[in-house]
């Protein structure tokens, strides 16, 4: 797999039926590995160990309604209340981030009313707050450690 503007973590992967397969701590179950899925795991991992997110409060492919559909949004950090305070989508590292995957993470957070949103393709990385009393969005330098998004 391609390397990631991320730190490196040990992951524990395998190849089943001739495809490889990751395991995901969070789901606690192997996955397919797939470009996404990597970027994925690396930010789950990034979250936990470098912004002190714990685990059991991060939800993966999240399902919600919207417009009597269901769409996942990739990873959802929800505070010690259960509330969801940032959401993020992840691309994988060939797919450049542009105005649709903004425009995708403004919809799902129509629904899910998070703070922050963040999007990742494992190369770059855009955060932002958005108040949504003011409707307003200011893009952050780096992405906050848990104690500040509560």
Known sequence: MQ???LPRYDFEVRTRDGKHIILDPVRRR???LTPEEWVRQHFVQYLINDRDVPAALIALEMP???QDRYYRADIVVHNRATQPVLVAECKRPSVRVD???FDQIGIY???IQ???LVITNGID?????VDHERQTVEFLDEIPHFDLLV
Do not use: D, E, S
Not at 125 to 129: A, D, G, L, P, T
């Open 99 to 101: 105005q649709r995957a």
């Open 125 to 129: 990385h855009y955060c932002c707050v």
């Open 30 to 32: 192997f996955v397919p």
């Open 3 to 5: 390397m990631l503007n």
């Open 114 to 116: 998070a703070a922050y």
């Open 109 to 111: 957070n129509t629904v």
């Open 64 to 66: 919600f309604p919207y």
